[in-house]
């Protein structure tokens, strides 16, 4: 039944967080090896996919006027065109609404049906967004690799928290666990073909158990994972702070190829704005989360999501999110001003922060980061990192950039080309956002 593309090239555009960058990842892998092959334009290629995300709306303005762009040039080569993504499965047969070129919408979950769907070439209109209830294993191929020594590995799938304010449990569905070994073995596939880091992904990590009798969860999941030969470094997200448990702080310090670095979004600092948003935890609890990591790994850099202009956030509010940041002292954070999502609470009342209140909330969160991040960065001088290799420095002919355990981009320069994975860099310079160093060559 193979569907033959030989011939046609294929571009995908990738909107939203890395769970869409690994189906984005996927669904070329199971193109190639259907014969397509990869184009660097959308102008220039015969089946155009946009992999879509619903979570805030300047994510679906962006996503929209990009279909905009893009309908008159695939129009003039008769190009197939799909969306696929949590847009897709958020406002599926809405995309017709206004005419353009598009041939199919599907939401996550049915990506194995891009090949023949592609291959047909109908010209009427394909929208499958039904849900699965369990997990559904990908077809057998060889997920792309854009980066050959770190790849994300997909361990769960949904969102069973219902913040609020988010579309992501009506995007990706209830919870979905992948099977143990299925990950196990993708991992050992992974390893085999050069990848020296494995990002372990789901929308909620801690609440992972194999779906197999045994109830196995993420604490053994980071066990059996540093077993695997070639894994060096290990990370996973997202993490909730209401779940992430000392059980699995524990199985992270016992595991010295676990990253010692975490992403664990705070959202606020207030504990009326977290009660709002239904995260299950205070201010304190949070912070307790933070020391009890600090402790048993002291060197763990933690990063957070922050949203400024919650329905109905005081400047008192505010303020316990800027008085938050300066006690944890992130070494980075995603910040994002608040906007109502179809279907979900926060949606049904008011949006009452005016905007500008937000873009001032937004700008005083992330100039105050930024001096923190610029203060810790310089503690990093003089001191020697290692380095996953990412490739050339894109702003410096000379120079090159990888990320160190923390997850800090660091650019370097090297006197010989440095053949990767790992390289040791000793930290010279540094501003808010990287760490600059030299390469310790071998001897
Ligand atoms: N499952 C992950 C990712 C959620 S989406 C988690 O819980 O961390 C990524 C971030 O987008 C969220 O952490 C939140 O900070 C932000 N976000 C989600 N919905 C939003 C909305 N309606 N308005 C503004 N930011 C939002
Ligand atoms: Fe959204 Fe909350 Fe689930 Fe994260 S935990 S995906 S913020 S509902
Ligand atoms: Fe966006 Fe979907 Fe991810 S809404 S953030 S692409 S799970």
Known sequence: MSANLAGLSYFIRTFGCQMNENDSERIAGLLEAEGAVRAERAEASDIVIVNTCSVRAKAEEKLFSYLGRLSA??????AVVGVVGCTAQVRRTAFWDKPRRLHFVLGPGHYELIPDIVRARRPGRVCVTSRHRQWREWPAGRTRLSDPWSAYVT???GCDNFCAYC???FARGREKYRPFALILDEIRSLAGRG?????????NVNAYRDPGAEGRGLAELLDAVSAQEGVEWIRFLASHPRTFSAEVARAMARNRKVCRQLHLPVQSGSDTVLARMGRGYGRQGYLDKVRQLRDLMPDIQLSADIIVGYPGETDAEFAETLSL???VRFANIFSFRYSPRPFTAASRGPDDVPAQVKKARLTAVQALQKAIQAEQHRDFLGR????????RDKRDARGFAGRSEGNQVVNFRSRSEPAGPFVRVRVTGSGPYSLKGERVEPV
């Not at 020697?384 to 490739?391: A, E, I, K, P, S």
């Open 167 to 169: 579309v992501v449990p």
């Open 384 to 391: 020697t990192l290692t380095v996953l290799l990412r490739g």
């Open 195 to 203: 990848v020296r880091e494995i990002q372990l992904l789901g929308q």
């Open 73 to 78: 040039p695939a129009e003039a080569r008769g």
């Open 325 to 327: 940041l300066e006690e």
């Open 155 to 157: 361990i769960m799938e």
